[in-house]
């Protein structure tokens, strides 16, 4: 569905807009009891992101509106319009469907991707009778500093936080010292 841009007169200046392009195209070409969605024929199965909103510009024959089966649709079952699609959040497939034919596609429902980890520097390493440990980072990320006397192993043992506090940006991570005098520290986080 090709969308002509708007043209507006405001104080003597013409502005011209573009209406933003659907997610998903939706057509029934010549009338088929099958969806073409973006150009894939014979009601193609759609995976969808839970929690993520959807455009879908329907364009399909007046007998064959499109709907679909779940919670979550503005504008729904039409055959020519715009219809928001919120996938709701539960760990569910759902349908698509003609609602007049009840011929219909599958939607397959997907996790949202996982955040990234946050970036955390370290801004200081105080060591005296405790590691005291500076760092950038998130409160819903903690600091583990693990602490290794030989390099050539691949064995890194944690060091005992006594406190973990985070404040305005900045982890401060206190923690006992390693014995000996020769020690490697290295930094590790993970969600809270």
Not at 41 to 60: H, I
Not at 117 to 136: E, F
């Amino acid at each position: 569905m090709k969308i002509s841009p708007l043209a507006l007169l405001f104080a003597g200046v013409v502005w011209s807009l573009q209406a933003a392009a659907a997610d998903f195209n939706v057509t029934t070409p010549g009338g088929t009891f099958a969806f073409t969605i973006n150009g894939t024929d014979s009601n193609p199965t759609l995976t969808l992101v839970r929690g993520q909103t959807y455009t879908f510009a329907v364009a399909t024959s007046s007998f064959h509106p499109f709907q679909f089966l779940s919670d979550g649709a503005s504008g729904n079952n039409t055959a020519n319009g715009l219809i928001t699609y919120t996938v709701p959040m539960a760990a569910s497939n759902y349908n698509y469907q003609c609602s007049i034919h009840h011929f219909m596609g599958m939607i397959i429902t997907t996790n949202p991707p996982s955040p990234p980890p946050p970036v955390v520097q370290i801004l200081s390493l105080a060591v005296d009778s405790n590691l005291t440990l500076l760092s950038t980072g998130t409160n819903t990320w903690s600091v583990i500093p693990e602490f290794n006397t030989n390099l050539t192993t691949t064995n890194w043992f944690a060091l005992t936080v006594q406190t973990n506090r985070f404040f305005s940006g900045t982890n401060e991570t206190i923690c006992g010292r390693p014995p000996g005098d020769s020690f490697f520290i290295r930094i590790r986080s993970q969600p809270t």
